[in-house]
């Protein structure tokens, strides 16, 4: 439900009819959700880990097939359906936890990277403050007015792509010109 507030003034025309196309555009808004398919497979995956470890507590389960009178199963068969079970409960729990371990790995790996990407901007950002006040304290000791205006000028049509220190070490330098 939406509630559009229109006037009925003729100078607010044109809010009206904007706010009205804005309403029309968002009632034909269809939402539509999606179930996380891998939430339901986990949990596919751990309802079947249960289940056979049941039945590997539980002696095997089931009647044994079609040999036989339906008695008791043999230890040898009892064994074998055992190893059988572990061997695939052993590899039902891998594949649920290696996916998440995975995803940490890999988690892991792309904060490291942002981290040295980040200590990367940090230094080349020092180094770029430290060349322009080195180049501004050379305009200062030539005492070369023209040269000290020019190199005012580079230093202020940089500012907006400079940030923090550097702008204020700019400004700072500006105010330390000889008139």
């Not at 196309?21 to 497979?41: F, G, L």
């Not at 403050?129 to 040269?147: G, P, T």
Request: charge should be negative.
């Amino acid at each position: 439900t939406m509630l559009a507030a229109l006037s009925p003034a003729a100078c607010n025309y044109e809010e009206t009819l904007s706010t009205l196309r804005y309403a029309n555009r968002a009632k034909a808004i269809k939402v539509s959700a999606t179930k996380n398919e891998e939430a339901s497979q986990i949990s596919r995956l751990n309802a079947e880990i249960e289940e056979l470890k049941k039945k590997l507590i539980g002696g095997g389960g089931g009647s044994g097939g079609g040999g036989g009178g339906g008695g008791p199963i043999a230890d040898e068969e009892r064994q074998a359906m055992k190893e059988k079970f572990e061997a695939q409960l052993a590899d039902m729990q891998k594949m649920v936890s290696s996916n998440w371990d995975e995803k940490k790995k890999l988690s892991e790996q792309q904060e490291n990277q942002m981290t040295k990407a980040m200590e990367e901007h940090k230094r080349q950002q020092r180094v770029m403050l430290e060349e322009r006040k080195q180049r501004f304290r050379l305009l200062q000791e030539q005492a070369d007015l023209e040269l000290s205006i020019r190199g005012l000028l580079i230093t202020v049509q940089e500012l907006p792509s400079a940030s923090g220190p550097a702008a204020e070490g700019a400004e700072g330098a500006a105010c330390a010109l000889p008139p």
